[in-house]
Antibody, heavy 115, light 108 residues
Framework: QVQLQESGPGLVKPSETLSLTCTVS????????WSWIRQSPGKGLEWIGYIYYSGSTNYIPSLKSRVTMSVDTSKKQFSLKLSSVTAADTAVYYC?????????WGQGTLVTVSS | EIVLTQSPGTLSLSPGERATLSCRASQSISSSYLAWYQQKPGQAPRLLIYGASIRATGIPDRFSGSGSGTDFTLTISRLDPEDFAVYYC?????????FGPGTKVDIK
């Protein structure tokens, strides 16, 4: 049973970069897709993008200019960076297993953008 | 992008009753790549159904999904007290993958 756990700062200042890491345990990491999804009261659930274990990515167009995902197979981790954040990026961020469909989810981490 | 609309917004029912939730897409969803998730307060969503009608591992058979093209349905045959939650549909056939706004099933 795959388990995922998000980690990273809960507070980010406007214009700075949001950085989160997801650690995977209890299952295979290679040969799989890993996604980031966020949930805010104003926009509901929003798929941000996915990264394949090999490093190929697919991002939502509306965030593509600000998003970078990376993977570290040796640590069974994948990461999200979102640059130039604003209050609109305040949300619970989830990591998940799957390319678009999310078979398993982390518990989520609230990231607030505020000075 | 494909826009998903869910109805009703809220469904008020009693335990033991049947729940029928609708998800409609702005364009046809390829290969029935439609999923349903359940979310309870303070928890992450949980995958219930994928491929429009395939139950995920461990999901009780009172949950069933149907539909194709642009119209999909999630049915809960007999509501258990633990089923009162918010349900989201998601299409994962065409990037960007999108979610519906959700249907809240609450206790009448």
């Amino acid at each position: 049973q795959v388990q995922l756990q998000e980690s990273g700062p809960g507070l980010v200042k406007p214009s700075e970069t949001l950085s989160l890491t997801c650690t995977v345990s209890g299952g295979s990491f290679s040969s799989d897709y890993w996604s980031w999804i966020r949930q805010s009261p104003g926009k509901g659930l929003e798929w941000i993008g996915y990264i394949y274990y090999s490093g190929s990515t697919n991002y939502i167009p509306s965030l593509k200019s600000r998003v970078t995902m990376s993977v570290d197979t040796s640590k069974k981790q994948f990461s999200l960076k979102l640059s130039s954040v604003t209050a609109a990026d305040t949300a619970v961020y989830y990591c998940a297993r799957g390319p678009g469909i999310a078979y398993s989810w982390g518990q989520g981490t609230l990231v607030t953008v505020s000075s | 992008e494909i826009v998903l609309t869910q109805s009703p917004g809220t469904l008020s029912l009693s335990p033991g009753e049947r729940a029928t939730l609708s998800c409609r897409a702005s364009q046809s969803i390829s290969s029935s790549y439609l999923a349903w998730y359940q979310q309870k307060p303070g928890q992450a969503p949980r995958l219930l159904i994928y491929g429009a009608s395939i139950r995920a591992t461990g999901i009780p058979d009172r949950f069933s999904g149907s539909g194709s093209g642009t119209d999909f349905t999630l049915t809960i045959s007999r509501l258990d007290p633990e089923d009162f939650a918010v349900y989201y549909c998601q299409q994962y056939g065409t990037s960007p993958f999108t979610f519906g706004p959700g249907t809240k099933v609450d206790i009448k």
